[in-house]
C-alpha cells in the first residue's frame, strides 16, 4: 500500500521542466517491485535525463549516466542524503552516516578506516570459519531436501557468520533484519511502506547504537579495528561507534539478498547450475553476475551542488537526482543480453556495488559470503529446483525474497 499520494514535503507532484519527458512511473509501488524491468526500459529508452511526475524529481536509468552522476561526488553530493529526502530542507529521521552520507573531506577519513576494518587480510582470516559453516549448512539442508531458501539459507548464512565476525554479543540479533529493512525504507518517500518498518523497528535503533559501542564488541571481533583506528586518532571514538553503525546497517540484509539473488538465478537458470557444479571456481563471478543481474540495491539519490546540465538539462543546486543502478546493470547499451544470468559474462563494471568513492565498502565480505555458500553447494548439490511461488519482499531501495521453496538433491 503506497497511499497514492504526492509527497508535498518532498516536492509532490511536479510538472517536468520544460524539454524533460515526464513519466507516470512510480519506482516506490508494489506494482513496480513486482516487475520492474518494462519500466526500467523506458525509464532507459525514454531520454538520458527523464522526470518523475509523482515525486517532482529526475532520474537516470542509463549506464552511461548511472555512472557518470557515481563518479562526479563534487557536483552529484552524498551529504544531503542518497534518499528522496534533502537533509538541508527536510530534516533527517536519525543522525546520518558519516561514510554512506558524507561527502570529503569527512567522507575520506571514515572511508579510510572502514578501508582497513573490511580489507582483503580481514576477510582473509574469516574465510575458513565462513567455509566451514557454509559447509555445515548446506549439509543440513541436503539432508532435508525441501527448505526456504530465503529464510534457511540466505537470511540464515549472513545471520550466522557476519555478527560474530564483527564481535556482536548474542542477544537482540534479530534486531538486525528490520533496522536494515527501516533504514533501507528510508531511502524513498515517506510512504507507508517506510513508516510500518520503522514502526516495527522502533526497539531496534537504540540495540544498534548500544551494540556499536566499544564494550559491547568482543576483542577479536573485526569491529574492534575502529576503535583501534580511533585510539591512534584516525576518528574520534564518537565517529567509530558509528562506523561500526554504518556496518550492522548495511552489512545483512545487503547479502541476505545477495545470496537470495544468486540461488533464485541458479535454480531459474539450470544451465549456469551445471557450469558451476562443473567449474567451482565459477562461485565467486557467479555472485558477482547475480549482483549485476538482480541488483540487490536497486536506487540511489544524489544532491546536485552546483549548477550543471544532464543531457543538456539544466540542474540547479538542491536538485535531487535518482539514479536507477538496477536499470542500468540491464542497459543493452552497456550489456549483451542483459536479461540473461550468464556466470561467464564479463560483468567487471557493473555498478551493483556502486562505482567511485563510495562503492560498496563491505563488497569483500559480501563477495566472501557469496562465494563460500556457493562452493558449497556445488560440492554438496545435485539438482537443484524451485517448487513454489516465490514471495518478494518489497522495500524502497532493495530487491529480493521473503520466500524461495526449493527441493534440492545431493550429489
Ligand atoms: C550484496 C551485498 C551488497 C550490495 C549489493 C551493496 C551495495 C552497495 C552500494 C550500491 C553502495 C554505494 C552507495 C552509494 O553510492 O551511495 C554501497 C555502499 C556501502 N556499503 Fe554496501 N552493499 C553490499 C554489502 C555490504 C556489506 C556486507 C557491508 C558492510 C559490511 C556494506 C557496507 C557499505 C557501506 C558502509 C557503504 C558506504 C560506502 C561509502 O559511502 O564510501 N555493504 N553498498
New binding site residues.
Given amino acids: 500500500m503506497d497511499g497514492g499520494k504526492a509527497f508535498p514535503e518532498l516536492g509532490g507532484a511536479v510538472a517536468p521542466p520544460p524539454g524533460v519527458p515526464g513519466l507516470d512511473i512510480d519506482p516506490f509501488s508494489e506494482a513496480f517491485f513486482a516487475d520492474p524491468y518494462p519500466d526500467h526500459a523506458r525509464l532507459r529508452d525514454t531520454a538520458p535525463f527523464v522526470w518523475l511526475i509523482k515525486y517532482g524529481i529526475g532520474a537516470i536509468a542509463r549506464y552511461e549516466d548511472v555512472r557518470k552522476v557515481?563518479l562526479d561526488w563534487e557536483t552529484f553530493s552524498?551529504a544531503r542524503g542518497?534518499g528522496m529526502a534533502d537533509f538541508a530542507k527536510h530534516g533527517r529521521f536519525r543522525l546520518p552516516s558519516i561514510?554512506?552520507e558524507s561527502d570529503p573531506p569527512q567522507?575520506t577519513r571514515s572511508?579510510a578506516v572502514?578501508n582497513k576494518t573490511?580489507s582483503f587480510l580481514v576477510m582473509k582470516s574469516l574465510r575458513e570459519t565462513f567455509a566451514a559453516e557454509a559447509d555445515r549448512m548446506i549439509d543440513e539442508l541436503v539432508e532435508k531436501r525441501e527448505f526456504d531458501g530465503c529464510a534457511e539459507l540466505a537470511e540464515a548464512f549472513p545471520l550466522r557468520v557476519f555478527p560474530d565476525a564483527i564481535g556482536m554479543n548474542r542477544e537482540g540479533r534479530d534486531n538486525l533484519l528490520p533496522y536494515g529493512d527501516m533504514v533501507f525504507n528510508s531511502f524513498g518517500p515517506p510512504n507507508q511502506r517506510f513508516l510500518a518498518s520503522a514502526t516495527r523497528a522502533e526497539a531496534a535503533f537504540t540495540w544498534v547504537e548500544t551494540q556499536a559501542q566499544r564494550e559491547n564488541l568482543s576483542p577479536d571481533g573485526f569491529g574492534q579495528i575502529c576503535y583501534q583506528a580511533a585510539d591512534k586518532g584516525e576518528v574520534t571514538h564518537k565517529e567509530a561507534a558509528m562506523l561500526v553503525r554504518?556496518?550492522l546497517t548495511?552489512?545483512v540484509d545487503?547479502?541476505v539478498?545477495?545470496i537470495g539473488a544468486v540461488l533464485f538465478a541458479l535454480a531459474r537458470f539450470p544451465g549456469e547450475w551445471r557450469k558451476l557444479r562443473e567449474n567451482r571456481s565459477l562461485a565467486r563471478p557467479a555472485f558477482e553476475e547475480a549482483?549485476r543481474f538482480e541488483s540487490?540495491?536497486q536506487t540511489?539519490f544524489r544532491t546536485v551542488t552546483r549548477p550543471t546540465t544532464l543531457d543538456g538539462h539544466p540542474l540547479a543546486e538542491g536538485d535531487k537526482i535518482l539514479m536507477f543502478?538496477g536499470a542500468a546493470n540491464r542497459d543493452p547499451l552497456k550489456w549483451e543480453n542483459p536479461d540473461t544470468f550468464d556466470i561467464e559474462r564479463p560483468v567487471a563494471g557493473h555498478v551493483?556495488?556502486?562505482v567511485g568513492?563510495?562503492?560498496?565498502?563491505?563488497?569483500l565480505?559480501?563477495r566472501l559470503e557469496g562465494e563460500v555458500v556457493l562452493d558449497a553447494m556445488a560440492r554438496k548439490i545435485g539438482t537443484i529446483e524451485v517448487t513454489g511461488e516465490p514471495e518478494r519482499r518489497f522495500n524502497n531501495t532493495l530487491r529480493g525474497l521473503k520466500k524461495l521453496p526449493l527441493r534440492v538433491t545431493a550429489v
Fill in positions: 557515481l552524498s542518497v561514510i554512506l567522507h572511508r572502514l573490511l554504518a556496518i548495511a552489512g545487503t547479502t539478498n545477495g549482483i540487490p540495491v540511489f543502478l551493483g556495488f556502486g568513492i563510495h562503492a560498496c565498502v563491505g563488497q565480505l559480501a
